[in-house]
């Protein structure tokens, strides 16, 4: 079992920056891959935000050069800067038990979410 524990998030204006944060615990000896994805509002799905894995970092479309993902051991980061409203969203970390993550939508464990809301 891994417990994932979020931090950060809140309310910016546009153009601001915010970071996240998700730190893993318990069972983290078996290699696994993390992810960031949001749920917009009034939306039942979570996207793909940002990925580190295995086969590198990925990013979504409209955050690429805006957001960056790292992982130092078991505590991933999102660094968000240059936000727009439209980053606005429930971000959660996500852990699969897999050495890749892109482009999954189910994953062993999930982080409780934080909202970000970004305002014009």
Request: hydrophobic residues 30%; proline residues 3%; contains cysteine.
């Amino acid at each position: 079992q891994v417990t994932l524990v979020q931090s950060g998030g809140g309310s910016e204006q546009s153009g601001g920056s915010l970071t996240l944060t998700c730190a893993a615990s318990g069972h983290t000896w078996n290699p696994y891959c993390m992810s960031w994805l949001r749920q917009g509002p009034g939306k039942d799905q979570r996207d793909e935000v940002a990925v580190i894995d295995d086969a590198g970092t990925f990013y979504r479309a409209s955050v690429k050069g805006r957001f960056t993902i790292s992982r130092v051991n078991n505590t991933l980061s999102l660094q968000m800067n240059g936000l727009k409203p439209e980053d606005t969203g429930k971000y959660y970390c996500a852990a699969h038990v897999s050495k890749f993550c892109h482009g999954r939508t189910w994953y062993n464990y999930w982080g409780p979410g934080v909202q970000v809301t970004i305002s014009s």
